[in-house]
């Protein structure tokens, strides 16, 4: 029996949604989603250019993430710029959780941008 792995599909994310994004974050969130996100984009190029606010993002946190937790953990994390320790400690949560929680949800957002 083969293990079955599920990709993501980054093909929808464009470049728009990656510049929007990184303008709308403090250096320390920018940092993270290129380490994280960016990287797996090596098809994507990043233009200078951005047309995102915090507040768009906040908006597309609130309407396409439906846990109220994750809600408040992705605002942390992207808009906020708390560490993943800072989001499991203010949140009573282990860093591994907090992790997962934004992983689980990250392509979620960047895709409604």
């Known amino acids: 029996m083969g293990e079955k792995t599920q990709m993501m ?49 906040a908006s597309i946190i609130s309407n396409y993430i439906f846990s109220e937790r994750d809600r408040r953990i992705l605002c942390d994390h992207f808009i906020n710029g708390y560490t993943y320790e800072e989001i499991a400690e203010r949140h009573e949560l282990s860093t591994v959780q907090v992790k997962r929680i934004v992983y689980k949800n990250e392509v979620t957002v960047f895709k409604h941008l």
């Open 9 to 57: 599909n980054l093909d929808n994310i464009t470049n728009s949604h990656i510049k929007a994004v990184l303008d709308s974050c403090s250096e320390r969130v920018r940092k993270i989603i290129i380490d994280r996100f960016v990287k797996r984009l090596s098809h994507k190029e990043i233009f200078p250019q951005y047309d995102i606010t915090v507040e768009q993002v």
